[in-house]
């Protein structure tokens, strides 16, 4: 007999239907559902779950009413194509037709090509260095590389050393490698309430279960810390100090010194996003600079250069440095010297300098038309962050929001895409600043959602 798809209410604290529907958007989310996929029918999936038929269909209209299914009438209910869905993070090759795009982090368009020929053709230049760079290499990366690398992270706070240097394929190759490297099937691993989907997917993948702390406009809330670390032991924590995706909190140097305060204690590593930390001036130290035994940083040159070459780093204490190359070794072998040289070119001739200034100039500008635009709405937002996160007036709540954004043509991302476990998520999206391919086509897609924050649901007409 086929298994029907069932979620999992074992852990839900709400009412059963909430519970199912939230069901089916980590289910949409992770794959597990597709694009036009037959859902259950409301007795089978009852009989499944041992919950009434009222129940399923309550679920199914709340699911509905978010966006995520469409029913057919004599046929049942189906998944909605997943980029319709609230959840969407896959990249297309092509921009989605007709739609702005404000619901990822990309990051700036700019014309690279010249910059890029000339560059390779330096290193053709010399044929027994690239003929190296096609060969194979250590996993941690080559010395020459990691030093490049420690010298472009330098700050006056900070100065990383080559062996603490490990190079991976782009941030989130890094963060996979960390947690590898840190934690074993089973272990708990503590978040941010919200965080970076990409940890989600992680964790999920590594059998790694998530528990999550309170955050405040500082990001993880040191006490929340230490209650949760009481009650489930964590092997690590993953957080983002620095302009945090999606909040755009960024902690104080206090703070910073708290959080690690609270897991000295308990004795839990830290795993620190730092993606966007080229981004922006004036940042307090990296924990992995205030605590090198205790935090490893992951960070990635794809924000601040081009995600393409897909170039990253881990940097954390010298005598992890084997545990950390063994986790690449094991995911990737090592990461491609030709495109780590092609970055290191650019640190070199000050090329990577030169991105990164005009990289922050036109996130300036433009989160400056972000903030204009929606002047007299709640909006968090940190200089040289990519996004900006906009609490909803009421009575709007995320998911209907980010359905009512798409009916106008522009795609947002709803607080729910970045919830850890199933905590209750606030009624506020992320508005990426840096997708939209210019200027002015930002400004056209904030003033399209304009109408929607004045009015409420219901009021604007669709146009899509
Ligand atoms: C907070 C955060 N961490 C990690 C990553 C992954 O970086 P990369 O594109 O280098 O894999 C991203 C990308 O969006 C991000 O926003």
Same mark, same amino acid.
């Given at each position: 007999?086929?298994?029907?798809?069932?979620?999992?209410?074992?852990?839900?604290?709400?009412?059963?239907?909430?519970?199912?529907?939230?069901?089916?958007a980590?289910?949409?989310?992770?794959?597990?559902?597709?694009?036009?996929?037959?859902?259950?029918?409301?007795?089978a999936?009852?009989? +499944? @779950?041992? /919950?009434?038929?009222?129940?399923? %269909? =309550? !679920?199914?209209?709340?699911?509905?009413?978010?966006? #995520?299914? *469409?029913?057919?009438?004599?046929?049942?209910?189906?998944?909605?194509?997943?980029?319709?869905?609230?959840?969407?993070?896959?990249?297309?090759?092509?921009?989605?037709?007709?739609?702005?795009?404000?619901?990822?982090?990309?990051?700036?368009?700019?014309d690279?090509?010249?910059?890029?020929?000339?560059?390779?053709?330096?290193?053709?230049?010399h044929?027994?260095?690239?003929?190296?760079?096609?060969?194979?290499?250590?996993?941690?990366?080559?010395?020459?590389?990691?030093?490049?690398?420690?010298?472009?992270?330098?700050?006056?706070?900070?100065?990383?050393?080559?062996?603490?240097?490990?190079?991976?394929?782009g941030?989130?190759? +890094? @963060?996979? /490698?960390?947690?590898?490297?840190l %934690? =074993? !099937?089973?272990?708990?691993?503590?978040a941010?309430? #919200?965080? *970076?989907?990409?940890?989600?997917?992680?964790?999920?993948?590594?059998?790694?279960?998530?528990?999550?702390?309170?955050?405040?406009?500082?990001?993880?809330?040191?006490?929340?810390?230490?209650?949760?670390?009481?009650?489930?032991?964590?092997?690590a924590?993953?957080?983002?100090?620095?302009?945090?995706?999606?909040t755009?909190?960024?902690?104080?140097?206090?703070?910073?010194?708290?959080?690690?305060?609270?897991?000295?204690?308990?004795g839990v590593?830290?795993?620190?996003?730092?993606?966007?930390?080229?981004?922006?001036d004036?940042?307090?130290?990296?924990?992995?600079?205030?605590?090198?035994?205790?935090?490893?940083?992951?960070?990635?040159?794809?924000?601040?250069?081009?995600?393409?070459? =897909?170039?990253?780093?881990?940097?954390?204490?010298?005598? #992890?440095?084997?545990?950390?190359g063994?986790?690449?070794?094991?995911?990737?072998?090592?990461?491609?010297?030709?495109?780590?040289?092609?970055?290191?070119?650019?640190?070199?001739?000050?090329?990577?300098?030169?991105?990164?200034?005009?990289q922050?100039?036109?996130?300036?500008?433009?989160?400056?038309?972000?903030?204009?635009r929606?002047?007299?709405?709640?909006?968090?937002?940190?200089?040289?962050?990519?996004?900006?996160?906009?609490h909803?007036?009421?009575?709007?709540?995320?998911?209907?929001?980010?359905?009512?954004?798409?009916?106008?043509?522009?795609?947002v991302?709803?607080?729910?895409?970045?919830?850890?476990?199933?905590?209750?998520?606030?009624?506020?999206?992320?508005?990426?600043?840096?997708?939209?391919?210019t200027?002015?086509?930002?400004?056209?897609? #904030?003033?399209?959602?304009?109408?929607?924050?004045?009015?409420?649901?219901?009021?604007?007409?669709?146009?899509?």
């Amino acid at each position: 007999m086929d298994t029907i798809w069932t979620p999992s209410l074992a852990n839900w604290q709400g009412a059963k239907y909430q519970g199912i529907a939230e069901g089916i958007a980590d289910a949409v989310r992770c794959g597990d559902l597709v694009a036009d996929q037959k859902l259950p029918t409301h007795r089978a999936l009852a009989e +499944a @779950l041992g /919950v009434t038929t009222g129940t399923v %269909t =309550r !679920a199914y209209a709340e699911a509905e009413r978010r966006g #995520l299914v *469409y029913a057919v009438i004599g046929s049942g209910t189906f998944v909605r194509g997943s980029e319709a869905s609230s959840h969407e993070w896959r990249f297309t090759e092509t921009q989605p037709e007709g739609l702005i795009e404000l619901h990822l982090n990309r990051p700036l368009k700019s014309d690279r090509a010249e910059l890029f020929a000339r560059s390779m053709r330096s290193l053709a230049a010399h044929p027994a260095q690239i003929n190296q760079l096609l060969d194979y290499q250590p996993d941690i990366g080559v010395t020459a590389h990691r030093q490049l690398i420690c010298e472009w992270l330098a700050r006056e706070s900070w100065q990383p050393m080559n062996d603490q240097v490990v190079i991976s394929n782009g941030g989130q190759h +890094a @963060l996979l /490698v960390a947690l590898m490297a840190l %934690t =074993r !099937a089973g272990d708990t691993v503590v978040a941010e309430e #919200l965080t *970076y989907p990409g940890f989600n997917a992680v964790a999920r993948q590594l059998r790694l279960e998530v528990r999550s702390a309170a955050m405040d406009r500082e990001g993880i809330v040191p006490e929340s810390l230490d209650l949760v670390c009481r009650q489930v032991s964590p092997r690590a924590l993953f957080c983002t100090p620095s302009l945090q995706n999606p909040t755009t909190a960024t902690m104080s140097l206090q703070r910073r010194e708290a959080v690690l305060a609270v897991c000295r204690r308990h004795g839990v590593i830290v795993i620190e996003d730092e993606v966007s930390i080229g981004l922006a001036d004036g940042l307090p130290p990296p924990l992995a600079a205030l605590a090198p035994e205790q935090a490893v940083l992951v960070g990635s040159f794809s924000k601040s250069l081009a995600a393409g070459v =897909r170039v990253g780093y881990l940097v954390g204490s010298s005598s #992890l440095q084997n545990r950390l190359g063994a986790a690449v070794r094991a995911s990737c072998w090592m990461v491609s010297p030709v495109m780590v040289a092609l970055v290191c070119e650019w640190i070199r001739d000050g090329s990577a300098r030169q991105l990164l200034l005009a990289q922050r100039e036109e996130i300036s500008a433009r989160l400056e038309i972000a903030l204009d635009r929606l002047q007299g709405f709640r909006v968090s937002s940190h200089p040289g962050g990519l996004h900006l996160w906009l609490h909803l007036p009421e009575p709007w709540r995320a998911d209907e929001f980010v359905v009512a954004a798409r009916e106008q043509g522009v795609l947002v991302q709803a607080a729910a895409s970045f919830s850890v476990g199933r905590a209750a998520v606030p009624h506020a999206v992320r508005i990426s600043v840096s997708a939209a391919s210019t200027r002015a086509q930002l400004a056209q897609g #904030l003033d399209l959602l304009l109408p929607l924050l004045h009015e409420g649901p219901g009021a604007v007409p669709a146009l899509f």
